[in-house]
């Protein structure tokens, strides 16, 4: 608020001091002083109207900037405000982002409370293949949860790591959870080393990097992919 207003100051003074100059430079070549001082008493009435109304335009148009500056400031401390509530909030019901209304409400589980003691990984995230393993949670194969996920015990190992453990490629991780056209044909060609993996690939979020990293656990855990050691890699340091 008090930037806004600040802002609208800097803005009548800037639009102020400009048309007291140009004001000036009109009736001083109109009255030849050569001093802009009292250039405006030596106004024609002509000029003194048109002087008029361009102050008046631009009290206007000022006016019109302080209102949208200062909307914009609202809108940004409601924002922050309701972010900050998001973080502050005990309930969903009053965090600006759920629907209050919604009867299913009362169902939600604080994330803190409901993933306490769920497996976590290296990085203390929580580790989904091992909590869907021990049971803990059971994703529905579909919306209305009728039908069977179709589940591929299909390991592919894939050796162009360099000084890295292999990656090994494990469908039955994968299709536990997803659906075979979640990434054949579009991500992957179902066909082995008809893909032109890399490291780098994946880091700008193609291939595996197009949930990896976003939906599904961090590229920092590097051992859950590069998991089997061979020769030039070293013994498993993890
Ligand atoms: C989501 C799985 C995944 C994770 C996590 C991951 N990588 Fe990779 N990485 C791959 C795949 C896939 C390849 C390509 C393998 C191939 O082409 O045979 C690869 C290749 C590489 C290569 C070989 C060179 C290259 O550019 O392709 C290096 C080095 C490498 N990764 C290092 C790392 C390091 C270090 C980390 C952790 C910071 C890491 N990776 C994490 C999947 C992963
Ligand atoms: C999370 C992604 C993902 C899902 C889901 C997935 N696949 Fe794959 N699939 C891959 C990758 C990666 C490869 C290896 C591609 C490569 O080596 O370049 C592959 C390879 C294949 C291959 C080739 C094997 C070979 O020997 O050449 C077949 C066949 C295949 N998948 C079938 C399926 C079927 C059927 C499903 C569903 C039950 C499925 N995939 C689900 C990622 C996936
Ligand atoms: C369509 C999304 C998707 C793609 C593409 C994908 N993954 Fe995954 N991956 C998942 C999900 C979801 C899980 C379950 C664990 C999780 O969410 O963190 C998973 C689990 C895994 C696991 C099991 C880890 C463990 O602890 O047992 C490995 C290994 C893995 N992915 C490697 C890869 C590699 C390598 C690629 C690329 C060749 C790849 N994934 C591509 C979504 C994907």
Redesign the pocket.
Known sequence: MTRALRFSAVTVWLVVGLLGCSGGMDSRSAAGTGSGQDAVSTMTPEQQAALDEAMATAKQASAEQTRQTSEAAEKAAQLSLSVSSEKASESPRDDGIHDPVNESLAMLQNPAQALGTFPRDRRGEVDWVVALDQGLIEPRADLNGQTRM?V?DMD?L?KGTQSMPWVK?P?SA??KW?D?T???DE??K??????D?SMNAVLAGEFCGVCHGKVSFSLFVCERCHSVPHPGSGEKWW
């Open positions: 179709q591929l592919i894939m490629f469908h994968h299709t997803l075979c979640n990434c054949h991500i992957f179902p066909e082995m080393g008809a893909n993996l």
